[in-house]
C-alpha cells in the first residue's frame, strides 16, 4: 500500500517584516501562494523511518524536513511504527520556495491517511509548526493524491486540485485562507547560489526600508482580481537584504521586466525571482531566454491551474 502526493512550491506575493520577536524570529506579513511547480512524495507503511530522493542536494537523515515530519507524527501518534518516504525533487534548493517545507506538510498529510491517526485542523498546524514556520502554510490546498489502496480511495473520495493563498501573520504560522485566484503566466528563476533564510533575517535592518508594502491596495487587487495591480503590489522588504548579499537577484529581476514582466520580485529570502506576466507569449519567450542562462528556470501559474514547463 503506497501513496502519492504532490507538495507544491510557495511564493510570497507581498513580504513585510514588522519587527524583531523576543523569540528570535521575525514578526511578518505576508501573502503566500502556492504554484504549480511541485515535489513529489512517495510514501509506504515501514518498520522504521527512511528518506531517499532523485536529488544529492537535500539531505536524507533527520535533517530533512520531511524526516522530521514522519518523527514528529508517528512519535505523537504512532506505536512504534515507520514510514519509507522518497522525495522526487523538483523544487529547486535553497531558494526562498519552501521546499523542504511543502514535503514535510505532505508527509504530515499522508501518514495521517495510512496510519488513519485523524490528526486535523489546530492540532496539525501546531505540529507542523514545530517543524518551520512556512509548514503550517504548505498543509493548506487540496494536493493531487493517488493512492493503490481502495479503501483510502473510498474515504477520500476524488479531490481536485486547488491551490491555497492566503495571509501569514505572527512568525508565518498565524494563516488567513483568501479566495483562490489563477495568477496564470508566471517566470521563476533561481541563480545557482543558495540563501540561508536565517542569515537573510538576522541581516534585516527596518530602517533601510523606504516605505512598507501596500497591503491594503494588495488585498483590494485581490478582490478585484485584477492581475495588472495585483502584480503591481507585489513586494518583498527582505530584497534590502538578499540583494546586498548577492546582486545577481537585481540583475533577474532586471531581465525579466525588460523582457515584459509587469512585476518581478523575490520569494521569500529569495535568492528564486518571479515574473508576472500579462499573457502567454512575452512570458514562453522569456522562459526561453532566460534558461538559456540559469538551468532552474520555469513557466508556472499558480497550483491548480494553467501552464507548467520546467527547465530542460
Ligand atoms: O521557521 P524556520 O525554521 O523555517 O526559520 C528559519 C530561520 O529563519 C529561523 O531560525 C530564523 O532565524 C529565521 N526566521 C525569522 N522570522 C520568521 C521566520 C524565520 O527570523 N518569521
Excluded at 116 to 138: M, R, T, W
Excluded at 198 to 210: G, I, P, S, T
Excluded at 257 to 263: D, F, L, P, R, V
Amino acid at each position: 500500500m503506497s501513496l502519492i502526493i504532490e507538495a507544491p512550491a510557495k511564493i510570497n506575493l507581498l513580504l513585510n517584516v514588522k519587527g524583531q520577536r523576543s523569540d528570535g524570529y521575525h514578526e511578518l506579513e505576508s501573502v503566500m501562494h502556492q504554484i504549480n511547480l511541485v515535489d513529489r512524495i512517495h510514501i509506504k507503511k515501514d518498520d522504521r523511518i527512511t528518506v531517499k530522493s532523485n536529488s544529492s542536494q537535500i539531505p536524507t537523515g533527520p535533517d530533512n524536513l520531511a524526516y522530521q515530519a514522519a518523527e514528529l507524527i508517528l512519535h505523537n501518534y504512532g506505536r512504534g511504527e515507520g514510514a519509507a518516504i522518497y522525495i522526487e525533487k523538483n523544487i529547486p534548493v535553497g531558494a526562498g520556495l519552501a521546499g523542504g517545507s511543502t514535503d514535510a506538510a505532505a508527509v504530515l498529510k499522508a501518514l495521517n491517511i495510512l496510519y488513519n491517526y485523524n490528526v486535523v485542523g489546530e492540532e496539525l498546524a501546531k505540529l507542523a509548526a514545530q517543524i518551520g514556520s512556512d509548514v503550517p502554510f504548505c498543509l493548506e490546498g487540496h494536493p493531487e493524491l493517488s493512492i493503490n489502496d481502495p479503501e483510502i480511495i473510498s474515504r477520500e473520495g476524488k479531490r481536485s486540485v486547488v491551490g491555497a493563498t492566503c495571509l501569514a501573520q505572527g512568525r508565518g504560522e498565524l494563516l488567513s485562507p483568501w479566495a483562490h485566484r489563477i495568477i496564470p503566466y508566471m517566470v521563476l528563476v533561481k541563480p545557482e547560489f543558495q540563501l540561508s533564510t536565517a542569515e537573510v533575517y538576522k541581516n534585516f535592518q527596518q530602517n533601510l526600508m523606504l516605505r512598507p508594502p501596500d497591503l491594503a491596495a494588495f488585498i483590494r487587487a485581490w478582490q478585484l482580481y485584477d492581475i495588472i495591480e495585483i502584480a503591481q503590489s507585489c513586494e518583498n522588504v527582505l530584497e534590502t537584504v538578499s540583494t546586498v548579499l548577492n546582486p545577481e537577484i537585481l540583475q533577474i529581476k532586471e531581465e525579466l521586466k525588460a523582457m515584459g514582466a509587469i512585476k518581478a520580485v523575490m520569494s521569500g529570502s529569495g535568492p528564486a525571482v518571479f515574473g508576472i506576466f500579462t499573457c502567454l507569449d512575452p512570458a514562453h519567450r522569456a522562459w526561453q531566454e532566460l534558461k538559456q542562462n540559469y538551468a532552474e528556470t520555469y513557466l508556472v501559474s499558480s497550483y491548480g491551474g494553467g501552464v507548467y514547463y520546467n527547465g530542460n
